[in-house]
């Protein structure tokens, strides 16, 4: 399935989460086929070159060049003790989320790994800046990993679903994701204190099943595919309790929302990554989508 991930981007500050989400960059390099990138970024010390004296400037870019080596160090070590192979390894100085997002695009990343925290004590509670600013910035799909025990596995996918038009791209990267891994996927409906009724969500569930059904005959794949409709007062909290309540080892969700509600409230996917011990596949909106 090398035409579906060709190049993996993980990003990482040599966090224990930074690790984890190497194992499961690793994991989707190895079953798709993927090149691997490494990438680590760090702080610009730009600002302060311009404002201090020759002297503390000569220092300042001594420990630049000592962050560099010392980064580039690990990230090879990495390889030996992981046993992992990095088709290319980078270290950029500036903004995280910016260079992130400039190397993916440099690399033609199909897919960004991160982890949903950084370093900082706000970070450890919430999901973290880097990743926030990565998720609303990247146009290619950004997977987020939490720290979790145990080695990755994608048998389980779940595809949380409002019917929405954006939602035939979840669908189609749900699929060659449970294709490759060879896991079945579940359509999940969160039916919260004013949603659809029974019967509309019946109706609208068939029209999707009956599409992934044709897809399969088609393709001629036995993936599993199931349909559930669960209640909550909020949807994040519906799809976060459903999937870990029935373990499930990854969530396909577009970041997709109207770019006022975003600003203010962040997106369905965000609170989902927030709020889950579970890795996140964040499919970007569209171009041309508000």
């Given at each position: 399935?090398?035409?579906?991930?060709?190049?993996?981007?993980?990003?990482?500050?040599?966090?224990?989460?930074?690790?984890?989400?190497?194992?499961?960059?690793?994991f989707f390099a190895k079953t798709f086929g993927a090149r691997l990138t490494?990438?680590?970024?760090?702080?610009?010390?730009?600002?302060a070159l311009y404002e201090t004296s020759a002297l503390i400037k000569g220092e300042l870019l001594k420990?630049?060049?000592?962050?560099?080596?010392?980064?580039?160090?690990?990230?090879?070590?990495?390889?030996?003790?992981?046993?992992?192979?990095?088709?290319?390894?980078?270290v950029k100085q500036g903004s995280a989320s910016k260079r992130i997002i400039e190397a993916s695009e440099e690399e033609k990343a199909d897919l960004i790994v991160i982890g949903r925290k950084g370093l900082s004590a706000l970070e450890k509670i919430f999901i973290g800046s880097v990743a926030n600013?990565?998720?609303?910035?990247?146009?290619?799909?950004?997977?987020?990993?939490?720290?979790r025990r145990g080695k990755p596995q994608v048998k389980k996918i779940l595809v949380p679903t409002d019917f929405s038009k954006q939602e035939e791209v979840e669908r189609d990267f749900a699929w060659k994701l449970a294709k490759g891994f060879d896991a079945s996927l579940t359509l999940l409906y969160v039916l919260e204190l004013y949603g659809h009724e029974f019967r509309i969500v019946d109706k609208m569930f068939e029209a999707a099943l009956q599409k992934l059904k044709r897809r399969k005959k088609r393709e001629k794949e036995d993936i599993a595919i199931n349909e559930d409709v669960t209640r909550a007062i909020y949807a994040s909290h519906g799809?976060?309790?459903?999937?870990e309540t029935l373990q499930f080892d990854l969530i396909v969700m577009s970041t997709y929302v109207h770019k006022l509600a975003r600003f203010f409230l962040g997106s369905t996917t965000e609170k989902v990554i927030s709020y889950s011990s579970i890795p996140v596949f964040a499919i970007p909106p569209s171009h041309g989508d508000d």
């Open positions: 399935m090398t035409d579906f991930l060709k190049n993996i981007l993980w990003a990482t500050d040599f966090s224990d989460e930074a690790h984890e989400a190497l194992l499961y960059a690793d490494a990438l680590h970024v760090i702080p610009d010390f730009s600002p420990r630049l060049e000592s962050m560099k080596k010392e980064a580039n160090k690990k990230l090879n070590a990495l390889q030996k003790t992981r046993h992992i192979s990095f088709n290319k390894i980078m600013q990565v998720l609303r910035s990247s146009s290619v799909p950004v997977l987020v990993t939490k720290k799809i976060v309790d459903y999937a």
